[in-house]
């Protein structure tokens, strides 16, 4: 869906917008149309093209997944050699600066998401239509997807309201406030939620519990815990969704767009892409990156050996924990059993991330294996949600007992038994949480932003510095280009 995608519109690095056919198979669409016009959203069907052009934006978000688990405590940069992407590198250091080419993919296909949503929304008056409220929902969930990721990035961003950015517009439009971005990522999820049906019409479409799930996420980054719970509650209750039984189950391709899946970023191995535009393929880059280099042997095939858990992350793990296995790869031991053969990186570890290794495939895909792995992101799993809704509860002193409830249902399928359920409370069971947040979720591109917002990144995340770090910076080509208008992030 991506390659005809890179007419550049603004100094902020937003695309032009191409409307897509809609298909079965929601990502193996094709290109239908390439436009940027005011002649369009004449029909329904025409709305629909757009948005699915605005929902391919989000098979990019490979590398804020795989940048964000670099960036933590949990894994290393790895690659080639010390030189082997530099961003990555600089990332795992914390010596990261504006000149970034990696963070600044973040930055630009974020906004690319954010003006193909906003296209839609400002002719969402033009054409009216049965059904018209679920499509503009979809469109205002995606676009406070793509919001909330610039704000967790960035912090304050530009924005523009229903309208596309123009040309000029970086020399005009202020940066919003953390907090404002904030209140509009609420205020479109809470339409979403509003008009979003529970069952989604086309598997990967926005549903109602991923709207309200979202916004949940939104209110307890910003320590909004009543308000937290209450959305996490609307989601637990509508008896939608529940944790599969098999935990390593989950992140297999049998596993894909199960029960516990409230939204799940869909890819393919139908096209592929090289690496002057890693975005450009409909697979999930981020698999072959983390694979094994030169491996040879079963289950898996090689990768380039990025995104390495170390040694203290194995160990974060409780004894009798079945998602070590299920999370990380002891690739020595794996070797030794099953006659395997790798080579080693640089900062190798001995582990990888066994989530989303590359798997060995029935058929060969087009273009760089490395580079098409159909593994869909579980982007927002039902565990997330019952650990963020004990997290509300706990923090915002609001109901202990309800707490560790959720809390121990994640605990309960992770150690297959009752015998290892919490009864902490206060702040005792604050601490319990976020380490069971780390050990559920390590190598999903959570935990930089849970340490962030928790305020325990210092003396964490090694090279993390206070009042800098928790910000990454703007790519120094857009403050170029907003001529003054938009100021630097503290500390670079």
């Not at 150690?415 to 919490?422: A, G, L, P, S, V």
């Not at 976020?434 to 190598?443: A, D, H, S, Y």
């Not at 993390?464 to 910076?473: I, Q, R, S, V, W």
Request: charged fraction near 20%; hydrophobic fraction near 35%.
């Amino acid at each position: 869906m991506k390659k005809n995608i890179y007419t550049a519109i603004a100094s902020i690095g937003i695309l032009s917008l191409v409307a897509i056919s809609c298909t079965d198979e929601f990502v193996d669409s094709k290109p239908k149309y390439s436009l940027d016009t005011e002649n369009y959203f004449n029909s329904k069907t025409e709305y629909n093209n757009a948005l699915v052009a605005a929902y391919d934006i989000l098979q990019s978000t490979y590398v804020n997944a795989l940048l964000g688990e670099i960036a933590s405590d949990n894994t290393l940069s790895g690659g080639e050699s010390a030189t082997d992407v530099t961003g990555f590198q600089q990332v795992d250091d914390m010596t990261h600066t504006p000149v970034n080419d990696n963070l600044k993919n973040v930055w630009d296909w974020m906004f690319a998401g954010v003006q193909r949503t906003n296209y839609i929304l400002e002719f969402k008056d033009k054409t009216d239509f049965e059904g018209k409220n679920q499509i503009i929902g979809e469109t205002r969930f995606l676009r406070a997807y793509f919001h909330f990721e610039l704000v967790k990035w960035f912090g304050g961003i530009p924005l523009n309201g229903d309208k596309r950015f123009i040309r000029g517009d970086e020399a005009i439009i202020p940066r919003a406030s953390i907090s404002e971005v904030y209140a509009s990522i609420e205020d479109d999820l809470i339409f979403a939620a509003a008009n979003l049906s529970s069952t989604a019409s086309q598997t990967g479409r926005a549903t109602k519990g991923a709207a309200l799930a979202l916004l949940g996420k939104a209110y307890l980054y910003q320590n909004k815990f009543p308000e937290a719970a209450a959305a996490f509650e609307q989601v637990i209750i509508s008896s939608k969704y529940s944790l599969v039984a098999d935990y390593a189950s989950i992140f297999e391709m049998d596993g894909e767009n199960g029960r516990e899946s409230v939204f799940e970023i869909q890819y393919t191995d139908v096209e592929g892409a090289g690496f002057p535009c890693l975005q450009c393929s409909e697979g999930n880059v981020a698999v072959g990156f983390s694979g094994v280099r030169n491996y040879d042997g079963p289950k898996y095939t090689s990768g380039f050996s990025f995104n390495l858990p170390t040694k203290e992350t194995y160990n974060s793990f409780e004894v009798g924990d079945l998602r070590l296995s299920a999370s990380l790869l002891d690739i020595v031991a794996w070797s030794a059993t099953n006659n395997a053969t790798y080579g080693k990186g640089y900062k190798d570890t001995g582990y990888f991330n066994q989530k989303y290794l590359p798997r060995k495939r029935i058929k060969e895909s087009a273009g760089d294996l490395n580079l098409t792995n159909p593994n869909n992101y579980r982007a927002i799993r039902y565990a997330d949600v019952l650990l963020m809704a004990a997290e509300a509860l706990n923090r915002g002193s609001i109901n202990d007992t309800k707490a560790l409830g959720y809390l121990n249902q994640v605990r309960d399928r992770a150690f297959r038994d009752t015998n290892h359920r919490i009864s902490s409370v206060g702040a005792a069971l604050t601490d319990i949480i976020l380490k069971e947040r780390r050990v559920e979720f390590v190598g999903e591109g959570h935990r930089f932003f849970d340490l962030v917002r928790t305020n325990k990144a210092v003396g964490v995340i090694p090279g993390f510095t206070a009042g800098k770090n928790e910000l990454f910076p703007l790519p120094l080509q857009e403050i170029q280009f907003s001529t003054g208008n938009w100021s630097q992030n503290p500390g670079y």
